[in-house]
């Protein structure tokens, strides 16, 4: 390739900055947490001797994940063609239709899949899809109708799909039409302006104020982006310093004096947002919608199958913190022996980041950021979505998370 051209991961480090500028300037609480999350990082880092053990100063700082929602699989399956230009790969199936409280999606998250291209620029978005299948959620009529809507609208210009395909065959692009795509991919996840039917939207609003989100409207758009923290309880109390009421509680693992694990996040409701509306009578009406939010996240070390097993025991527990020690040793030596993390090449002072989701911290963050829960007829058939289902239906393969990890740590 001409040292001209752009690579798949300068394309990735750019598409996540440039959807960090945008979201930035449509969700200002953003910049306050984006903000705040350098500052714990950088205070973390010049007072604790190991601060980079899980990632460089400079790769965290600039760590994001996003979500995005989709309404069906052909327009998964176009999201995969995108972010494959970007070196983004499905990894890892969550049906959060399963958790206490049921969101009726099912979801993958794109990302980088090598050590190397995770260490460049680790960017990841979980991507979910509406479950129109489910009769729980949609009765036949309502199914028909939504399935409609959906594939009567185009989230993507062909073009840029096309282009996208282009580029991840190539390996690469010229620095004008990568930077071109990128402004272009960007674009796609902006928030809408175009008049949202007001009728429909609280149609299926009563179902489900996600599915009113991805069905309601006939774009799709960033729905959050998350940066990274080194110390997110610090930075909770930092963010709530400033006035900005963030949920109840941290998601994920409890705080605890040994490693940490997998993934703790946090979030709080952005303000509402001006939309247009189109109103029974034809007229277009100014008005808002409440459905984005801010959310930052720590990682830690990715568990083994046998290290999840004894995580969700901790965590089933009535007080996890307290429980804690009960279901892991207190050191990464202890940790690596017993098989429970990984570590690259087994050597315990080189942790492998957990790069992926927790769904029941998915589940949680949705729940946190609406104001009703979906509303299920658990009389109704569920349908059986899984991994291949999905898979097959975006004609790629997905990713199993600890495959991933099993060739990582080796
Ligand atoms: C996705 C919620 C899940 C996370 O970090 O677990 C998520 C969404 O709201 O679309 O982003
Ligand atoms: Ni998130």
């Not at 570590?343 to 104001?371: H, M, Q, T």
Request: net charge negative; aromatic share 10%; with cysteine.
């Amino acid at each position: 390739m001409s040292p001209k051209s752009l690579e798949p991961w300068q394309l990735r480090a750019r598409f996540a900055a440039e959807l960090s500028r945008m979201y930035g300037a449509e969700v200002p609480a953003y910049t306050t947490l984006v903000d705040v999350a350098s500052e714990v990082n950088r205070d973390h880092a010049a007072s604790a001797s190991d601060a980079e053990r899980f990632g460089s100063l400079e790769r965290v700082t600039a760590e994001r994940h996003g979500a995005i929602r989709v309404g069906s699989a052909s327009e998964l399956a176009d999201v995969a063609d995108l972010f494959a230009a970007f070196g983004m790969y499905p990894v890892g199936f969550y049906d959060l239709r399963e958790a206490a409280s049921p969101v009726p999606v099912v979801s993958t998250a794109f990302r980088p899949t090598d050590s190397d291209e995770l260490a460049r620029n680790p960017f990841r978005v979980f991507t979910s899809m509406l479950a129109t299948a489910d009769e729980r959620f949609f009765p036949t009529d309502l199914r028909d109708r939504v399935e409609q809507f959906v594939g009567r609208r185009q989230l993507f210009d062909p073009a840029l799909i096309a282009e996208a395909r282009r580029i991840a065959t190539g390996g690469g692009v010229d620095r004008d039409r990568g930077e071109r795509f990128v402004a272009d991919a960007v674009t796609a996840f902006a928030l809408s302006r175009s008049p949202i039917d007001r009728g429909w939207y609280e149609e299926l609003s009563r179902v489900s104020a996600v599915a009113a989100d991805i069905a309601g409207v006939t774009t799709t758009h960033i729905n959050h982006l998350t940066p990274r923290v080194l110390d997110i309880d610090e930075l909770y109390r930092r963010m709530t310093a400033r006035g900005i009421t963030m949920i109840d509680a941290i998601q994920g693992p409890p705080r605890v004096d040994g490693p940490p694990v997998l993934l703790r996040q946090t979030s709080f409701r952005a303000l509402a947002e001006p939309r247009r509306f189109r109103e029974q009578d034809g007229t277009v009406a100014e008005g808002t919608l409440r459905v984005r939010f801010g959310e930052v996240e720590a990682r830690g070390v990715a568990l083994t199958p046998k290290g999840r097993e004894c995580y969700d025991a901790a965590m089933a527990a009535p007080d996890p913190a307290a429980a804690w020690d009960q279901h892991f040793p207190g050191s990464d030596e202890e940790l690596a022996a017993s098989g429970l993390a990984y570590y690259r090449g087994g050597d315990p002072s080189k942790p492998i980041v957990y790069e992926d989701f927790l769904p029941a911290s998915a589940a949680g963050i949705f729940r946190s950021n609406l104001d009703t829960d979906a509303r299920a007829d658990n009389t109704a058939g569920g349908f059986d979505y899984s991994m291949q289902w999905l898979a097959d239906r975006i004609d790629r393969p997905i990713h199993d998370p600890y495959e991933l990890y099993e060739k990582a740590a080796q």
